[in-house]
């Protein structure tokens, strides 16, 4: 397992120079705190704490927590490394300055948490967790609650999981059969299971709050019939510390693929005290900010992989000796060439870079709207922001995922055989990287809310935004303009206004299917999010690529990192972008294809 | 973990309908016995021992092998269910009827093996590595060495490995170290470290036999300068059986991410006695017997990743129930309707079903020509059967394991959460079946043997022979043929045309790509690869297809097997196939896009 080098420079490049993040910050409550120094400081400090916390307990990590009577041992040094993050502020980065937060812009979280994951991907949920309960509180919390639990959560004193999935329903949520009963003092006991609790059960903190969503007596069936509820693992004493311990036991923890540092657990709930969380049965509404924040966390979990794999593959690559590169040999001194000069280990390890930088830049891209959307400074700016994160986040968490299992795959194959034995690390980071694609709602869900909820039923407003956004920028690169006098930004510039323009016609074909068989939709629906994934990608390599170039045409900048941002945004134009074509085929391909087998054939002959 | 069922039905329309094995069977020794009848009894008791007796054991096998000093115990069950295979005479299906085996041709091995596979990977590879040893000494073992050692693998007293890989080099294995010297006797002394030694030590035999490949002292440097050796874990006493122990000893096994019910040992060789194999430094020569046999056997665990997976997924997706059909409530009485009727579960069965059924039937049209290779009845029948085999061998190892690695994570999507929990037993198919890309040489080392040796160094004759073969098949399906008024098949047989031609125009390109730039073949080599696998399995699909038209027609076979096939067809043409194209269109991009970035750059920025 490599030592892990944190992508500073590239988050600097991403959020000084592509995104202009600084004009966006104008707009967001605490933004004018984020300058560019204050950043740089922040992502260096970031950095130091997961290469050199973090990193080093990743691969020891992986021999898992234990569970013993209900109480979770996390594994060697991770209660420590959680200890110091705490200390030093880091769970209060982006909270509220009243709740003891330092109120900095959910872009910059996001950021570091990607640096996190990469790190030390089961070690990083912890704290990811209890962003997820924060943001729910932040929005459903009186304000009782959000002192009672709001300001531990900030200081980190305390940790938040999110408590949906049961043993016969995941994405179905109306099928839930935990139920909550009013107790005479305003509170409810609340009895049922809950399985799949990431975070469910540790020893990093003295309580954990966990958010709830059951169903109270008198709630109508089906997913309108969801509640929200605190219910704290020990409840809140008097002076605000832990006091008595609540109905809320850890029955036992899953044994996964990855992982294996973050306990997954089954929880309990036996008569537990719980507080309602917001209105009652309108607990689903106010999990969707956290299912935002929470998609966005996850599909930077994909480039954390690609990152973490990449950095592993690359420095193998560069150091293994094989065969004598048919182009002529290129170590004399050596009795074979590395084979970071073979074109094949070349395409797998620019295929990594291509995901985890592309996929930085789309999830950086789409927190801007994150910022605004959680502390915009009027009420039409998050409305706004709310719409466009909406739009992007099943793109996100369904794209990058995915690729960060390509991305970590690869990094096994570079080893070749050595990559398939655990010593070496690159197979922790491929079966680690496999969850990304099944928790916080599969591919398959993720794909199913863009073209239903976020194309269809949004009658194409955001697709036309986002593509209109593409055509303003790929103008800058008319032949007759100053940019578009560089014939590769030209170019580039036309292909991403090509994909933008088969988008639309791409939605409009799923509205005209759905008309004739709603079995169309659903059948097109992962190669339509892979589309929009591909084209997202190319408009932000095609962004990159022209501040690259423009700085290199100014002497500014780093000169070997921004010739590297336009050899990898080459590569991913030629040899990663003919996929989106294909999927633009494979949708377009009969329904009857997908549907006309009979049930009954799919039993094995 | 389901149930395995064997795809007896499959095996026998691929042999007797879709590939008519009984005509071939002709011209190969030992293919008189192999009679429709006596083919559907062997592969009906092969489908009974791997369900009953592998099967049961699979999931409890991946608690893995202990190693004790040197002594590894497989996974309880393991050993007694190898002594219940021997004890029915399975490991002396193809062997020679002289040594007391029953001669059977090697494409029913082949069949037989899948299914051993599929019900067991980590057991099944233990028989499987005797296989290769097998081999190895038909083809180059003197007549007492066949008679110390070849009878005892063909009963499966003793179990056989082939020892290549050194720490420092795997495929580059010109820069390998073990060394023999020779000995007064006239046997040698080896000494040296082998690692990734599969069934390298374990309980199930008595002895186990090594083929390992070494230097001797005055040997040319590079792969020109290995010798094979045959080093038995006992040596062979007076009265043939195994008798005082050599110096070969286990240091350790690995800890793999799967297979783990196979033991992969590290081998100390310290002064072992060896006997050499063949002529003296032309080992590498005579392993490529060997490597035939087991790339064949490895691609067809791809198709048994995905068969084993699809069982299990489509098992889960009739059962689970989630969500309501967007077109149409299908289980008004349940909660919810079965998963398996939602068009993106469907998607996943569809893809993984098409790989296994795909796949296999790549893997028994090649191994037609395995039986002429190892037993056709006249030289030039051999020599001709090499050269095809030797074609059909990289794409089919390259290409389906690819895909098994594919249709396995399927299978843990279609699961959701559960997919990543062990105890469901989909996330061990998935960790097993991504050795199959790795081990018998990587898919990009399968990608340059086609594309440099069987392609370019060949002159495309193999190519034209394989397209050849295609056009002849195309061509009854014109309109005004008998066969061509079914619509369908003439859209086939019209695709798969077209296919082989761009095939051969695309191997055209690689050649013209070579003369300008070397890197050009190694940059287009995997795509290349690829875009063979899908033509290749498009093929087969056509093929496939013509037949169950015909017997629906005629009235003949079962209705509901044919209709399946049918529309399983259809899904690959339609949904699968667009990915031919992209590959195409990758490979044509310029080389500069790979090979044109420093190597200094991939340092992680």
Known sequence: MPNYKAPVKDLLFLFNDVMDMQSKFKDVEG???????????????????????????????????????????????????????????????????????????????????????????????????????VATLETSGSDQQKQDYLSKLISGVWSGTMCLTEPHCGTDLGQMKTKATPNEDGSYAVNGTKIFISAGEHDLTENIVHIVLAKLPDAPSGTKGLSLFIIPKFLVAE?????????????????????????????????????LLGEPNNGLNAMFTYM???????????????????????????????MRSISGVKNPEGPADAIVEHPDVRRMLL????????????VTYASQFADLYRAGKTPEVREAADARLGFCTPILKGFITELGVEAANHGVQVFGGHGYIQEWGMEQILRDSRIATLYEGTTGIQALDLVGRKVLMDKFKQLNIFTGEIFKFAKQYLPWKAAGKN????????????????????????????????????????????????????????????????????????????????????????????????????????TESVMAMPTSYFDAS
């Open 31 to 133: 933004g004018a705190e984020a300058t560019p120094d204050m950043l740089e400081a922040i992502f260096t400090e970031a950095a130091k704490f997961s290469e050199n916390e973090l990193a080093p307990i990743y691969q020891s990590g992986d021999e898992g927590c234990t569970w013993d009577d209900g109480v979770v041992t996390t594994p060697k040094g991770f209660k420590e490394a959680y200890a110091k993050f705490i200390e030093a502020g880091w769970t209060g980065l982006t909270g509220s300055t009243e709740l003891g937060g330092q109120g900095l812009p959910s872009s910059i979280g996001v950021a570091i948490n990607e640096m996190l994951t990469t790190a030390n991907w089961g070690w990083a949920m912890y704290p990811g967790l209890s962003e997820g309960a």
């Open 487 to 590: 014939k590769a930004m030209r170019k580039q510039a036309w292909t991403v206004t090509k994909l933008a323009i088969k988008w639309r016609i791409m939605g409009y074909r799923l509205a005209m299917g759905a008309k004739r068989n709603p079995d169309s939709v659903g059948a097109a629906s992962v190669d339509f999010l892979m589309f929009s994934g591909y084209t997202f990608m190319a408009f932000m390599w095609a962004q990159m690529s022209g501040v690259a170039t423009a700085q290199l045409a100014a002497g500014e900048g780093d000169a070997e990192f921004l010739q590297a941002k336009l050899h990898t945004a080459e590569f991913f134009f030629q040899r990663i972008l003919p996929r989106a074509e294909m999927h633009a085929k494979t949708m377009g391909a009969n």
């Open 351 to 362: 295929t990594q870079r291509v995901i985890a930088e592309g996929g930085r830049a789309m």
């Open 292 to 322: 935002n924040v929470a998609r966005i966390g996850t599909a930077s979990q994909g480039a954390a992989a690609a990152e973490r794999s990449y950095q592993g593959a690359s420095e193998y690559a560069r150091e293994r000796l094989a």
């Open 239 to 275: 002076d605000g510390s832990a006091g008595e311990r609540n109905g809320v036991r850890c029955g036992s923890i899953e044994h996964k693929m990855g992982i294996h540092g973050n306990a997954t657990a089954e929880l309990n709930f036996d008569n537990a005290k719980a507080f």
